[in-house]
């Protein structure tokens, strides 16, 4: 995943140019591929990759500069689909955190997963016109997986990776067309983002494989990004540097999912913000939200999708499909001027990074 030039849109074409499938297509049960580390290289040359990260790169391009707030008129499926969130939602109240001694990890979280995955295929079946219902039992295991572990009851990036993954089929089927885009993003996923957060403050939930400090974030990446290219050019003139500040983020949380995102951190972690959330403090000192933008899309590659404990996780159907690359729209060569782009960013990160920790 590159920063913005041929190579960029090479790869948004790679999901923004596919046809959805047609009522002859075959279905199959999503499943493990990647089982090993020698398995990331077919996982890197796979059309999964590629599209996976068109449809990273379509939705950012499709929400820039556009706030939650934006006056949308949302599709009769995405509202479907949203609504559905919300019966999730509910199923939350019906299924209290039970007295156990263990601190974190609360048992309850299981029996709320157990009722979704009893239920899953027939809320699907209500939210998507009946010609698309033939696809439900494959798109519904990416939705069953994107709310965490009920053995570990953890949740992290993987989980995330899951629920786009789910939306990225609904587009691959039709239920969701290109102009759909934005709702998409500024009602479902945002949707989702709060229903995973209580999720995790209900009953206790741990972080799947979060660095510490050293992470963006313990539990999502995704809404950085698309957060970030929200916050290109707004109206409300919030720079890089004063999404620390709180009075800032508490005015603004309901309109930007970055400042939602620091809102959350802030809300679940005590300290000095540089102490427990060491990456978001280096990267406020970056000059724009577009040079944000640019180099969270590059270490969400480096961090989440090249991570063979995320990747082990993550299931291939017909609809993702783990087969070869048919089409070259991998990133061309790079030429003079991406190079000294991407030079110029990380450069600039270093040194933003060096000057905040000689002030601590």
Not at 32 to 59: C, P
Not at 273 to 293: C, G, M, R, V
């Amino acid at each position: 995943m590159s920063f913005p030039g041929p190579g960029h849109r090479r790869l948004d074409l790679a999901f923004s140019s596919k046809n959805a499938v047609g009522p002859d297509h075959v279905y199959a049960i999503p499943k493990r591929q990647v089982l090993k580390d020698s398995d990331m290289k077919q996982w890197e040359n796979s059309e999964a990759y590629h599209e996976y990260q068109g449809f990273i790169l379509s939705m950012n391009e499709a929400v820039r500069g556009k706030a939650i707030d934006t006056r949308l008129e949302p599709s009769n499926n995405v509202m479907s689909v949203f609504q559905m969130l919300e019966h999730f939602n509910k199923l939350i109240d019906e299924t209290p955190p039970i007295d156990q001694p263990q601190r974190f990890g609360n048992k309850a979280f299981a029996q709320w997963l157990n009722k979704i995955g009893e239920c899953v295929e027939t809320e699907l079946q209500k939210a998507l016109p009946e010609k698309f219902h033939a696809a439900i039992p494959e798109i519904s295991v990416y939705l069953k997986e994107s709310f965490g572990n009920s053995t570990r009851i953890d949740y992290g990036t993987g989980h995330e990776m899951a629920f786009c993954m789910f939306l990225l089929c609904l587009f691959r089927i039709g239920a969701f067309s290109m102009n759909d885009r934005v709702a998409v993003v500024n009602r479902i996923f945002v949707r989702y983002l709060d229903l995973v957060r209580r999720l995790q403050c209900e009953y206790r939930m741990e972080p799947a494989g979060s660095h510490g400090v050293w992470s963006l974030d313990d539990y999502q990446f995704v809404p950085f990004i698309w957060g970030s290219s929200q916050l290109f050019g707004n109206k409300d003139e919030i720079e890089p540097n004063m999404f620390l500040l709180e009075r800032t983020v508490l005015d603004h949380r309901d309109k930007y999912m970055f400042l939602a995102c620091i809102q959350y951190i802030m809300k679940v972690k005590t300290g000095h913000f540089s102490e427990h959330s060491n990456q978001l403090w280096n990267i406020s000192a970056l000059p724009s939200w577009s040079k944000i933008n640019q180099g969270l899309l590059k270490m969400y590659k480096g961090e989440v999708l090249a991570k063979f404990p995320v990747i082990n996780t993550s299931l291939f159907g017909s609809l993702i499909k783990f087969e070869p690359l048919q089409h070259d729209i991998r990133t061309p060569v790079m030429t003079a001027r991406t190079f000294t782009t991407q030079v110029y960013l990380w450069n600039s990160l270093s040194l933003c990074v060096m000057e905040r920790r000689n002030q601590c």
